[in-house]
């Protein structure tokens, strides 16, 4: 990774970088680390083989985000869609008002709906001068393969736990830990749980099985209001859960089958207290959940 690394600064530094980069793996956070650097470097005056110098107004803006050349393109609503493609292309295509590079960092990117990846693929096909676009996935093979195929793909291998502890700043060790094991030692979910809250997470969980396990629909009401960020974030969890809990064969496969359905209807913009209520129900069928 530092070799790649190292000859992606280079090209940057030498003007020699591809215009589409696809960074796919490890975690959001080191992935995000990276696409600011290389806009740092693209931008700042005073770069040299070490990198940017870290200091001046241009360095400073790129890293606090405030830098009107640097800009995120991020989910909405659980996804990436068509409209906010459309908006993220007409910002892309302005001139540039301050700096040499157009950064454009496009977090999640396997989120893209496949209208919206193919508004993306329009623009890739005609970048704007001096414009670098960055995807960051989690899975490179969630992103449309005529994309793929025009990127430079750039794999990060993950973290070890304390260097992905150490990535989020100030934050409790024992919360940190077990975030990362709630995750199933996936960094980005780990990351969101914990920016969630891990407490809060379990106590839902445990109202839900509660729920479930009792087949008493009505103990699913106080887990409402929930937005579709939460119930996915939940479900997430939930999924991997019910992964260990097969392991141990305390939990059926079908219960985890019906847990992906809910998930993917999730991301395709379904209310999140029907996804949640019609889980249930099926759970309710199965016998329940069982885990821990």
């Known amino acids: 990774m530092k070799l790649q690394l ?10 020699r970088l591809a215009h589409l ?5 490890g975690s959001k956070v080191h992935q995000r680390e990276v696409a600011l650097r290389l806009a740092q470097i693209l931008n700042c005056h005073n770069s040299t083989s070490e990198g940017p110098c870290n200091v001046c107004p241009t360095c400073r803006k790129i890293l606090s985000g405030n830098h009107p050349e640097v800009s995120w393109l991020k989910a909405q609503k659980a996804v990436i869609g068509i409209e906010q493609v459309l908006l993220w292309q007409e910002r892309l295509y302005l001139k540039h008002y301050e700096g040499d590079y157009k950064i454009s960092i496009v977090e999640q990117a396997d989120l893209l709906t496949l209208p919206a990846a193919n508004s993306l693929l329009k623009v890739i096909e005609e970048p704007p001068e001096r414009t670098l676009i960055i995807l960051c996935a989690e899975n490179a093979e969630g ?7 025009r990127a430079q793909l750039v794999f990060f291998p993950n973290l070890s736990e304390e260097k992905w502890v150490s990535s989020l700043g100030e934050v409790n060790d024992l919360e940190a830990a077990q975030a990362f094991r709630l995750s199933g030692k996936n960094h980005n979910l780990a990351t969101e749980i914990v920016q969630y809250g891990v407490q809060q997470i379990k106590d839902w969980l445990e109202k839900f099985r509660t729920a479930v396990e009792e087949r008493n629909f009505l103990k699913l009401f106080p887990l409402f209001p929930i937005d579709k960020n939460q119930a996915l974030l939940y479900l997430q969890v939930m999924a991997v859960q019910a992964e ?21 209807v999730l991301r395709q ?9 019609v889980l249930a129900l099926e759970l309710f069928q199965q016998g329940g959940v069982r885990s821990d």
Do not use: C, Y
């Open 143 to 149: 992103i449309l393969p005529t994309i793929q195929s």
């Open 269 to 277: 913009q379904a209310n999140p207290r029907l996804v949640i209520e």
């Open 6 to 15: 190292a000859l992606l600064e280079k090209a940057a530094l030498e003007n």
């Open 244 to 264: 260990e809990g097969i392991k141990n064969n305390t939990i059926r496969p079908l219960e985890l089958l019906e847990i992906g359905k809910a998930i993917d």
């Open 21 to 25: 980069l696809l960074f796919h793996g």
